[in-house]
């Protein structure tokens, strides 16, 4: 068995938790351990934790989710790679878990453990719109075919990859009695970001309406996202009017993020530091 030489396990930061960092290095040290910081320079973080052989910090713009792991998943030379959100929890005997059913799965291309348990079923089964904040990657499969749209900033990129995948011989699935936990929302130093969770409202209804209406059509996505910005404009008056003006603030991020999907605008909206 080559677990450890097969795998690299690959994280994404944006001016991070350092603590939830120092934790991953450490959860992870016997493993090849490649980080994708996407810091500004005031915040990199190649000076501020300890190198080794081991761990690699290749430093990039902030491009967006995507395009960080598509430079990660490109950049690595081992066999498999092992995508692990900062704020997700998956333990090294798990990994040998997943590194186990890629030998016995025929077919695949992405591996995807039962987040928060929130799938209930016993058998491992086909999936595209699931969470992954943890998901294996078969890299020599992926690399040959078109791989996160790096249009995506944040939030779908995952749903949009694997509905594309799922369309090739090598398919996209959830492997339900392997578990991963997700502290959604904790990988982000918030004292020196602010604005975050606005930011991601705002990204949230961007991508939402982009990526329904790449792979379904105009129409569907329009079906999905306006009663979503109906019940936005609702919740905006009633806050306005109750002087409730940080929801306010919040639901004014949501349709303006809808918007300019509609409109055809790029993902442009990026947190402040």
């Not at 090849?32 to 190198?51: Q, R």
């Not at 209804?205 to 209406?213: I, R, T």
Request: proline share 3%.
């Amino acid at each position: 068995m080559f677990l450890h030489s097969d795998i690299t396990i690959l994280i994404v930061t944006y001016v991070p938790n350092y603590e939830l960092l120092k934790k991953k290095i450490e959860l992870y040290k016997e493993f090849k351990l490649m980080i994708i910081d996407a810091s500004p320079d005031e915040h990199k973080i190649i000076n501020k934790i300890d190198l080794n052989k081991n761990i690699e910090v290749i430093k990039v713009d902030n491009n967006g989710q995507g395009f960080a792991n598509n430079t990660g998943i490109k950049s690595a030379k081992t066999k498999y790679i092992l995508y692990v959100d900062l704020d997700a929890n998956f333990e090294p005997d798990k990994i040998l878990d997943i590194y186990k059913h890629a030998a016995k799965v025929q077919n695949w291309s992405i591996l995807i453990p039962n987040s928060n348990n929130k799938i209930l079923t016993k058998d491992i089964i086909q999936v595209d719109n699931c969470e992954a904040s943890v998901f294996f990657v078969n890299r020599e499969i992926v690399i040959k075919n078109e791989m996160f749209d790096e249009k995506i900033f944040f939030y779908f990129e995952e749903y949009d990859y694997f509905f594309r995948l799922n369309k090739t011989n090598f398919k996209v699935y959830l492997l339900p009695n392997l578990y991963a936990s997700h502290n959604q929302g904790s990988s982000v130093d918030r004292s020196l970001v602010d604005d975050v969770s606005n930011v991601q409202q705002w990204h949230y209804l961007w991508s939402m309406y982009y990526v329904y209406k790449k792979n379904t059509g105009m129409l569907n996505a329009l079906k999905i996202v306006i009663p979503l910005i109906v019940k936005d404009i609702i919740k905006l008056i009633y806050y306005l009017i109750t002087f409730r003006f940080k929801l306010a603030r919040k639901r004014m991020y949501r349709l303006s993020g809808a918007i300019h999907s509609i409109l055809g605008s790029k993902s442009f909206k990026r947190p402040n530091i």
